[in-house]
Protein backbone atom coordinates (compact mmCIF):
# COMPACT_ATOMS: atom_id res chain seq x y z
CA UNK A 1 0.00 0.00 0.00
CA UNK A 2 1.65 3.40 -1.44
CA UNK A 3 1.61 6.36 0.46
CA UNK A 4 -0.41 9.06 -0.22
CA UNK A 5 1.17 11.46 -2.89
CA UNK A 6 3.07 14.49 -0.75
CA UNK A 7 1.81 17.66 -0.79
CA UNK A 8 1.84 20.90 1.28
CA UNK A 9 -1.46 20.07 3.05
CA UNK A 10 -0.11 16.59 4.00
CA UNK A 11 3.38 17.31 4.96
CA UNK A 12 1.40 20.65 7.37
CA UNK A 13 -1.25 17.68 8.74
CA UNK A 14 1.86 15.39 9.48
CA UNK A 15 3.72 18.88 11.02
CA UNK A 16 0.60 18.92 13.72
CA UNK A 17 0.54 15.27 14.40
CA UNK A 18 4.49 15.03 15.23
CA UNK A 19 4.41 18.79 17.45
CA UNK A 20 0.58 16.80 18.92
CA UNK A 21 2.83 13.67 19.96
CA UNK A 22 5.79 15.59 20.84
CA UNK A 23 3.84 17.58 23.46
CA UNK A 24 2.05 14.51 24.88
CA UNK A 25 5.48 12.36 25.33
CA UNK A 26 7.13 15.14 26.82
CA UNK A 27 3.91 16.19 29.31
CA UNK A 28 3.84 12.50 30.29
CA UNK A 29 7.47 11.26 29.97
CA UNK A 30 9.27 14.90 32.33
CA UNK A 31 7.70 13.46 34.98
CA UNK A 32 10.40 10.42 35.54
CA UNK A 33 12.67 12.44 34.88
CA UNK A 34 12.27 14.91 37.40
CA UNK A 35 11.49 12.37 39.67
CA UNK A 36 14.71 10.97 38.71
CA UNK A 37 17.01 13.91 39.56
CA UNK A 38 14.88 15.43 42.42
CA UNK A 39 16.37 11.88 44.07
CA UNK A 40 19.82 11.78 42.41
CA UNK A 41 19.90 15.01 44.16
CA UNK A 42 18.98 14.24 47.49
CA UNK A 43 21.06 10.94 47.52
CA UNK A 44 24.11 13.01 46.17
CA UNK A 45 23.36 16.47 47.76
CA UNK A 46 23.23 17.97 44.66
CA UNK A 47 21.23 21.16 44.73
CA UNK A 48 21.27 21.62 40.66
CA UNK A 49 19.71 18.66 40.28
CA UNK A 50 16.68 19.22 42.92
CA UNK A 51 16.48 22.56 40.50
CA UNK A 52 16.33 21.12 37.55
CA UNK A 53 13.77 18.59 38.87
CA UNK A 54 11.58 21.40 39.57
CA UNK A 55 12.25 22.45 36.24
CA UNK A 56 11.41 19.40 34.27
CA UNK A 57 7.91 18.76 36.87
CA UNK A 58 6.71 22.49 35.81
CA UNK A 59 7.67 21.80 31.88
CA UNK A 60 5.94 18.51 32.78
CA UNK A 61 2.17 20.15 34.43
CA UNK A 62 2.32 22.32 31.54
CA UNK A 63 2.69 20.01 28.40
CA UNK A 64 0.40 17.82 30.82
CA UNK A 65 -2.40 20.28 30.96
CA UNK A 66 -2.52 20.31 26.99
CA UNK A 67 -2.87 16.66 26.75
CA UNK A 68 -5.73 16.28 29.10
CA UNK A 69 -7.29 19.08 26.56
CA UNK A 70 -6.19 17.71 23.63
CA UNK A 71 -7.59 14.48 24.31
CA UNK A 72 -10.82 15.76 25.67
CA UNK A 73 -11.22 18.31 23.02
CA UNK A 74 -10.27 15.24 20.30
CA UNK A 75 -12.72 12.94 21.29
CA UNK A 76 -15.34 15.73 21.40
CA UNK A 77 -14.77 16.73 17.95
CA UNK A 78 -14.60 12.83 17.01
CA UNK A 79 -17.92 11.82 18.56
CA UNK A 80 -19.52 14.77 16.65
CA UNK A 81 -18.42 14.73 13.45
CA UNK A 82 -16.81 11.32 12.87
CA UNK A 83 -18.20 9.41 15.34
CA UNK A 84 -17.71 6.43 13.01
CA UNK A 85 -14.24 6.67 13.58
CA UNK A 86 -14.53 6.21 17.57
CA UNK A 87 -15.79 2.15 16.72
CA UNK A 88 -15.97 -0.19 18.34
CA UNK A 89 -15.39 2.15 21.27
CA UNK A 90 -18.47 3.64 21.07
CA UNK A 91 -19.86 0.49 20.87
CA UNK A 92 -18.01 -1.61 24.09
CA UNK A 93 -16.70 1.89 26.35
CA UNK A 94 -15.43 -0.38 28.65
CA UNK A 95 -12.34 -0.51 26.32
CA UNK A 96 -11.99 3.34 26.74
CA UNK A 97 -12.12 2.83 31.17
CA UNK A 98 -8.39 1.77 31.73
CA UNK A 99 -7.14 4.56 29.45
CA UNK A 100 -9.22 7.29 31.24
CA UNK A 101 -8.30 5.94 34.53
CA UNK A 102 -4.49 5.79 33.68
CA UNK A 103 -4.82 9.35 31.98
CA UNK A 104 -6.31 10.28 35.28
CA UNK A 105 -3.65 9.04 37.45
CA UNK A 106 -0.97 10.48 35.96
CA UNK A 107 -2.96 14.36 35.92
CA UNK A 108 -3.61 13.99 39.55
CA UNK A 109 -0.34 12.80 40.63
CA UNK A 110 1.38 14.87 38.01
CA UNK A 111 -0.40 18.07 39.18
CA UNK A 112 0.18 17.35 43.00
CA UNK A 113 4.22 16.59 42.21
CA UNK A 114 4.49 19.21 39.95
CA UNK A 115 2.76 21.75 42.40
CA UNK A 116 3.90 20.98 45.54
CA UNK A 117 7.70 22.47 45.38
CA UNK A 118 6.94 24.47 48.50
CA UNK A 119 6.50 21.18 50.92
CA UNK A 120 9.39 19.36 49.73
CA UNK A 121 12.24 21.43 52.31
CA UNK A 122 10.06 19.76 54.73
CA UNK A 123 8.63 16.76 53.85
CA UNK A 124 11.37 15.58 50.58
CA UNK A 125 10.13 11.92 51.19
CA UNK A 126 6.34 12.72 50.88
CA UNK A 127 7.54 14.45 47.80
CA UNK A 128 9.82 12.16 46.25
CA UNK A 129 7.07 9.57 46.80
CA UNK A 130 4.47 12.16 44.75
CA UNK A 131 6.98 12.09 42.07
CA UNK A 132 7.39 8.20 41.75
CA UNK A 133 3.61 8.10 41.23
CA UNK A 134 3.56 10.77 38.71
CA UNK A 135 6.57 9.02 36.98
CA UNK A 136 4.29 5.74 36.87
CA UNK A 137 1.71 7.55 35.31
CA UNK A 138 3.40 8.16 31.66
CA UNK A 139 3.71 4.28 31.50
CA UNK A 140 0.26 3.28 32.37
CA UNK A 141 -1.12 5.72 29.94
CA UNK A 142 0.51 4.13 27.48
CA UNK A 143 0.03 0.64 27.78
CA UNK A 144 -3.86 1.30 28.24
CA UNK A 145 -4.00 3.80 25.31
CA UNK A 146 -2.08 1.10 22.99
CA UNK A 147 -3.69 -1.58 24.54
CA UNK A 148 -7.40 0.14 23.79
CA UNK A 149 -6.14 0.63 20.13
CA UNK A 150 -4.79 -2.98 19.28
CA UNK A 151 -7.61 -5.05 20.98
CA UNK A 152 -10.17 -4.12 18.10
CA UNK A 153 -8.05 -5.00 15.41
CA UNK A 154 -8.07 -8.70 15.38
CA UNK A 155 -11.08 -10.23 14.59
CA UNK A 156 -10.70 -13.68 17.25
CA UNK A 157 -10.78 -11.03 19.86
CA UNK A 158 -14.01 -8.92 18.69
CA UNK A 159 -16.01 -12.32 19.79
CA UNK A 160 -15.07 -11.86 23.37
CA UNK A 161 -15.87 -9.16 26.15
CA UNK A 162 -14.22 -6.13 26.36
CA UNK A 163 -12.29 -6.63 29.77
CA UNK A 164 -11.10 -9.43 27.83
CA UNK A 165 -10.41 -7.61 24.47
CA UNK A 166 -8.16 -5.71 26.49
CA UNK A 167 -6.58 -8.09 28.10
CA UNK A 168 -5.73 -9.71 24.95
CA UNK A 169 -4.82 -6.53 23.70
CA UNK A 170 -1.58 -6.87 25.60
CA UNK A 171 -0.52 -10.02 24.56
CA UNK A 172 -0.54 -9.59 21.06
CA UNK A 173 2.92 -9.65 19.23
CA UNK A 174 2.72 -6.31 18.69
CA UNK A 175 2.37 -4.94 22.36
CA UNK A 176 5.91 -5.04 23.60
CA UNK A 177 8.00 -3.57 20.84
CA UNK A 178 5.04 -0.74 20.32
CA UNK A 179 5.09 0.52 24.23
CA UNK A 180 9.19 -0.11 24.39
CA UNK A 181 8.88 1.91 20.96
CA UNK A 182 6.77 5.17 22.96
CA UNK A 183 8.04 4.87 26.17
CA UNK A 184 11.72 5.49 25.35
CA UNK A 185 10.91 8.03 22.79
CA UNK A 186 8.66 9.19 25.47
CA UNK A 187 11.79 9.61 27.93
CA UNK A 188 13.73 10.87 25.01
CA UNK A 189 11.25 13.68 24.29
CA UNK A 190 11.67 14.59 28.09
CA UNK A 191 15.36 14.73 28.05
CA UNK A 192 15.33 16.99 24.40
CA UNK A 193 12.63 19.13 24.88
CA UNK A 194 13.89 20.10 28.48
CA UNK A 195 17.22 20.85 26.99
CA UNK A 196 14.55 23.78 24.71
CA UNK A 197 12.90 24.52 27.82
CA UNK A 198 15.94 25.08 29.56
CA UNK A 199 17.32 27.88 27.45
CA UNK A 200 13.93 29.48 26.99
CA UNK A 201 13.65 29.87 31.08
CA UNK A 202 17.36 31.16 31.16
CA UNK A 203 16.06 34.76 31.45
CA UNK A 204 13.42 34.48 34.00
CA UNK A 205 15.22 31.78 35.95
CA UNK A 206 18.44 32.61 36.03
CA UNK A 207 20.36 30.14 38.43
CA UNK A 208 23.55 31.36 37.41
CA UNK A 209 25.87 30.16 33.93
CA UNK A 210 27.63 27.04 36.76
CA UNK A 211 23.90 25.74 36.58
CA UNK A 212 22.85 26.01 33.67
CA UNK A 213 26.35 24.39 32.25
CA UNK A 214 26.03 21.35 34.37
CA UNK A 215 22.49 20.82 34.24
CA UNK A 216 22.64 21.07 30.22
CA UNK A 217 25.69 19.03 30.01
CA UNK A 218 24.13 16.33 32.05
CA UNK A 219 20.11 16.58 30.21
CA UNK A 220 22.22 15.92 27.05
CA UNK A 221 24.26 12.97 28.34
CA UNK A 222 20.53 11.45 29.27
CA UNK A 223 19.17 12.60 26.09
CA UNK A 224 22.08 10.80 24.46
CA UNK A 225 21.59 7.79 25.98
CA UNK A 226 17.67 7.50 26.33
CA UNK A 227 17.83 8.66 22.04
CA UNK A 228 19.80 5.02 21.50
CA UNK A 229 17.12 3.33 23.96
CA UNK A 230 14.74 4.78 21.65
CA UNK A 231 16.63 3.60 18.14
CA UNK A 232 16.80 -0.21 19.55
CA UNK A 233 13.04 -0.07 20.48
CA UNK A 234 12.50 0.90 17.25
CA UNK A 235 14.29 -1.54 15.43
CA UNK A 236 12.89 -3.84 17.50
CA UNK A 237 9.36 -2.76 16.21
CA UNK A 238 10.48 -3.25 12.51
CA UNK A 239 12.13 -6.66 12.90
CA UNK A 240 10.54 -8.97 15.47
CA UNK A 241 6.86 -8.38 14.16
CA UNK A 242 6.44 -11.05 11.82
CA UNK A 243 4.51 -10.16 8.64
CA UNK A 244 4.68 -6.28 9.43
CA UNK A 245 6.76 -5.78 5.84
CA UNK A 246 4.36 -6.52 3.35
CA UNK A 247 6.26 -7.09 -0.20
CA UNK A 248 6.49 -3.87 -2.72
CA UNK A 249 6.12 -1.62 0.46
CA UNK A 250 8.96 1.17 -0.23
CA UNK A 251 6.74 4.24 1.64
CA UNK A 252 7.45 2.56 5.72
CA UNK A 253 10.91 1.96 4.66
CA UNK A 254 11.22 5.29 3.76
CA UNK A 255 9.51 6.59 6.79
CA UNK A 256 12.03 4.06 8.78
CA UNK A 257 14.99 5.48 7.39
CA UNK A 258 13.85 9.24 8.03
CA UNK A 259 13.02 8.61 11.28
CA UNK A 260 16.39 6.54 12.00
CA UNK A 261 18.33 9.11 10.48
CA UNK A 262 16.50 12.59 12.19
CA UNK A 263 17.09 10.20 15.91
CA UNK A 264 20.82 9.09 14.86
CA UNK A 265 21.59 13.10 14.11
CA UNK A 266 19.61 14.45 17.26
CA UNK A 267 21.91 12.03 19.14
CA UNK A 268 25.07 13.15 17.24
CA UNK A 269 23.78 16.96 18.46
CA UNK A 270 23.62 16.00 22.24
CA UNK A 271 26.78 13.80 22.08
CA UNK A 272 28.23 17.59 21.08
CA UNK A 273 26.29 18.62 23.63
CA UNK A 274 27.44 16.78 26.50
CA UNK A 275 30.81 16.63 25.84
CA UNK A 276 31.36 20.08 25.63
CA UNK A 277 33.26 22.55 27.60
CA UNK A 278 30.66 25.28 27.92
CA UNK A 279 27.68 23.71 26.84
CA UNK A 280 25.43 27.15 27.13
CA UNK A 281 27.36 28.07 23.91
CA UNK A 282 25.85 25.07 22.22
CA UNK A 283 22.39 26.69 21.97
CA UNK A 284 22.30 26.12 18.17
CA UNK A 285 22.83 22.59 18.73
CA UNK A 286 20.41 22.40 21.15
CA UNK A 287 17.60 23.52 18.67
CA UNK A 288 18.62 21.89 15.89
CA UNK A 289 18.47 18.34 17.82
CA UNK A 290 14.92 19.52 18.74
CA UNK A 291 14.13 19.91 15.25
CA UNK A 292 15.40 16.85 14.78
CA UNK A 293 13.34 15.02 17.48
CA UNK A 294 10.21 16.06 15.99
CA UNK A 295 11.21 14.71 12.48
CA UNK A 296 11.76 11.84 14.33
CA UNK A 297 8.88 11.14 16.06
CA UNK A 298 6.91 12.03 13.10
CA UNK A 299 8.44 9.73 11.03
CA UNK A 300 7.99 7.07 13.29
CA UNK A 301 4.88 7.97 14.21
CA UNK A 302 3.63 7.54 10.43
CA UNK A 303 5.45 4.21 10.40
CA UNK A 304 3.39 2.83 13.35
CA UNK A 305 0.21 4.06 11.74
CA UNK A 306 1.60 2.46 8.50
CA UNK A 307 2.47 -0.88 9.16
CA UNK A 308 -0.40 -1.36 12.07
CA UNK A 309 -3.32 0.66 11.74
CA UNK A 310 -4.60 -0.94 8.11
CA UNK A 311 -4.90 -4.09 9.70
CA UNK A 312 -4.10 -7.03 12.11
CA UNK A 313 -1.59 -9.20 9.92
CA UNK A 314 1.56 -8.10 11.46
CA UNK A 315 0.32 -8.47 14.73
Known amino acids: MPLPEPTPALAAVFLVLALHLCAVYTGLGAFALAWWCE ?41 SRFPEALWPWTQLPELVLPAALALAWATLFGLAYGLSWGMAREHPKTHRVLGLLAALGGPLVLAASLAMKLAPLLPWILAAGPH ?29 FGLAYLLTRRNREDFGRDYYGYVLGRLAGW ?22 WPPGLAGPALLALCGFCALGLACVLWAVVWRASAPLRMKPA ?7 LLAATGAFSALHATLFLPGAQGL
Open 223 to 244: ALLLGLAAAGAQAWVCTVVPGA
Open 286 to 292: VWLAALA
Open 164 to 192: IMMLRGMFVPAFGPLLAAAGTLMLTCAAG
Open 39 to 79: ALGAARRLGFLKKLARQLSALGVLFLCYTVVAATGGLAVLW
